[in-house]
């Protein structure tokens, strides 16, 4: 449970820290080239760029999340069998209810 959370908490971050250092790589002349470029065009290339790279955070979450192995989330057999309990009891009520009520009819 500990690795699904720190996969979780890496991304999120990724996903702010990014586009963040994208835009102030383009904004403060980090990247070669740029500097030729029009305002708005060097504006609308690190938008893009920016955007572009969440969509690739996502994309390795989603990639990671896939290639997670599914045989190793076992429920717990305690908690099964307390559910099932549970779950018997409140179909036993429902079914006494049901025979109380045709009683009274």
């Given amino acids: 449970m500990t690795g699904v959370i720190m996969k979780f908490f890496v991304t999120s971050m990724l996903m702010w820290i990014a586009p963040v250092a994208i835009l102030y790589a383009f904004n403060h002349d980090l990247i070669p080239g740029v500097t030729q ?25 989603i990639y990671m999340a896939i290639k997670e192995p599914s045989d190793k989330h076992e429920p717990d057999p305690a908690f099964l069998a307390e559910a099932k309990a549970s779950v018997s009891q409140s179909a036993d009520k429902v079914g006494d209810s049901s025979q109380s009520l045709k009683k009274e009819e």
């Fill in 37 to 61: 470029l029009s305002p708005h065009s060097l504006t609308l290339l690190s938008g893009f760029v920016a955007v572009i790279s969440v969509n690739i955070v996502i994309a390795f979450y």
